[in-house]
Nanobody, 125 residues
Framework: QVQLVESGGGLVQTGGSLRLSCTAS????????MGWFRQAPGKEREHVAS????????VYADSVKGRFTISRDNAKNTEYLQLNSLKPEDTGVYYC??????????????????WGQGTQVTVSS
């Protein structure tokens, strides 16, 4: 069973950048589609980005298109989320997720079987 650990969160000003990492253990990450979700206080967890097993396809939420980039390095058992041009509304806990199945549409937290503990991203105005 794969375990996921996120890192890289922090406090940044509006317009700043962060790079989140998610390192997997207990399994070969190349067997899993990977994703990032976020949850703001008082709101439901929402999909941010997803990437296929080989990195050939990516899907982004409309709110982050052109600003965030998801990538992966299977040799390092790690996926990444580059966050640029950050806005206060990007504040939340960011979670790494993995699943053996790939979803192009209708991506919801219930479709992912493995989760990290989350890393806090706070964007100040």
């Amino acid at each position: 069973q794969v375990q996921l650990v996120e890192s890289g969160g922090g406090l940044v000003q509006t317009g700043g950048s962060l790079r989140l990492s998610c390192t997997a253990s207990g399994g070969d990450i190349s067997r899993y589609a990977m994703g990032w979700f976020r949850q703001a206080p008082g709101k439901e967890r929402e999909h941010v980005a997803s990437i296929t097993w080989d990195g050939g396809l990516t899907v982004y939420a409309d709110s982050v298109k052109g600003r965030f980039t998801i990538s992966r390095d299977n040799a390092k058992n790690t996926e990444y989320l580059q966050l640029n041009s950050l806005k206060p509304e990007d504040t939340g806990v960011y979670y790494c997720a993995a699943d053996s199945r790939w979803y192009q549409e209708g991506i919801s937290p219930s479709r992912y079987g493995y989760w990290g503990q989350g890393t806090q991203v706070t964007v100040s105005s």
